[in-house]
């Protein structure tokens, strides 16, 4: 069994900043990582991926230029920081692990989902 437990939302001003933080239980298995979001009525959207060595990152073109996806293997640990945060942003994140890398210029399916943690940015 694997646990994603994810942490570091809450609610920010538009303009703000907020850092996500994604923890595993487990290394040995978990390659690329990525952020999800769904926002209240709309269908759960790709975020950002950072892949095992952190040489290849993605994100949405809603997201580019403000947030910043990174990892400390060591401590299990990936990030999503957040900047000039908009109240469109507003939305339940998910982090999620991945059994497989980025590969062949290919991101692989993701395995394991953490329960999600709200972020609200008030205009």
């Known amino acids: 069994q694997v646990h994603v437990v994810e942490a570091g939302g809450g609610l920010v001003q538009a303009g703000g900043s907020l850092r996500l933080s994604c923890v595993t239980s487990r290394t040995f298995s978990m390659y690329a990582m990525a952020w999800f979001r769904q926002a209240p009525g709309k269908e759960r959207e790709f975020v950002a991926a950072?892949?095992?060595?952190?040489?290849?990152?993605a994100y949405s073109d809603s997201v580019k230029g403000r947030f910043t996806i990174s990892r400390d293997n060591a401590k299990n640990t990936v990030y999503l920081q957040m900047n000039s945060l908009k109240p469109e942003d507003t939305a339940v994140y998910y982090c999620?692990?991945?059994?497989?890398?980025?590969?062949?210029?290919?991101?692989?399916?993701?395995?394991?989902w953490g329960q999600g943690t709200q972020v609200t940015a008030s205009p």
């Open positions: 999620a692990a991945s059994a497989r890398d980025f590969y062949g210029g290919r991101w692989p399916t993701y395995d394991y």
């Open positions: 950072i892949s095992w060595s952190g040489g290849s990152t």
